[in-house]
């Protein structure tokens, strides 16, 4: 069955970073996009930045020139790079295929910013 376990979250000051990473099983991870996404606590989830299988990437408006995807497809991995992080950013994070809709979510990895 598919598995997607996000790590890295953690509490950083105003302006710092932080690097995520999701690594899949049961999934031919190569083949698919993947899309780093966030949500807080009775907000709906937002997608935060993609990534094709050719390494193209897409970000929210919100995020742009701040945070990075990128992906190992060797290790099934996706990271997501975010600096010069600001409280606004603190939501849980999750990484997902955007057309493997029916795939279960992992647990998220918190990412808490102070002011």
């Known amino acids: 069955q598919v598995q997607l376990v996000e790590s890295g979250g953690g509490l950083v000051q105003a302006g710092g970073s932080l690097r995520l990473s999701c690594t899949a099983s049961?999934?031919?991870?190569?083949?698919?996009?993947m899309g780093w996404y966030r949500q807080v606590p009775g907000k709906e989830r937002e997608l935060v930045a993609t990534?094709?299988?050719?390494?193209?990437?897409n970000y929210a408006d919100s995020v742009k020139g701040r945070f990075t995807v990128s992906r190992d497809n060797a290790k099934k991995t996706v990271y997501l790079q975010m600096n010069s992080l600001k409280p606004e950013d603190i939501a849980v994070y999750y990484c997902?295929?955007?057309?493997?809709?029916?795939?279960?979510w992992g647990k998220g990895t918190l990412v808490t910013v102070s002011s």
């Open positions: 049961g999934i031919i991870f190569s083949i698919y996009i």
């Open positions: 997902h295929a955007p057309n493997r809709v029916m795939d279960p």
């Open positions: 990534i094709t299988t050719g390494g193209s990437t």
